[in-house]
């Protein structure tokens, strides 16, 4: 049962996608308290759909590793079960929201920042945290 570096690298980039979320929610931002609060930004979305979806494969690989050498049936159909609906939420909210995510934010931060990400956004949220929000799910 030993872990494959697949494995440690999609726990670690779960952990990375929690401190993020954590690090966001704590920030005291004016448009938190607006309707929608964080909720209304697609980058927020799917920072969560991104954790989520992590989430599953840390779970799919967990299970994988505890039913192996097993001859149960059930655990089998389960176990594939879980690995159709990891794939399900790549292939439709993961991969498809985090790439238009990443190309329309950039896209648009190229052309003109103060329509994305206005200057005074710099007191809120840290560079580093902007980066990690929007770069980091492609």
Known sequence: M??????????????SYCSILCNYKAIDMPAHQTYG???????FIDLVIQAVFFGI?????????????NDSQEQERQLKKLISLRDWVM????????????TMFW??????????????????IPAW???G???KIL
């Open 2 to 15: 030993a872990l494959v570096p697949c494995q440690v690298l999609r726990a670690a980039i779960l952990l």
């Open 37 to 43: 609060g964080s909720w209304k930004f697609l980058t």
């Open 57 to 69: 494969c840390v779970l799919t690989d967990l299970s994988s590793l505890l039913t192996k050498g």
């Open 91 to 102: 292939a439709v909210l993961a991969f498809p929201v985090g790439v238009f995510v990443v």
């Open 107 to 124: 896209s648009v931060y190229i052309y003109d920042r103060e329509l994305v990400y206005p200057k005074l956004l710099d007191n809120f």
């Open 129 to 131: 945290l902007n980066h």
């Open 133 to 135: 929000m929007v770069s």
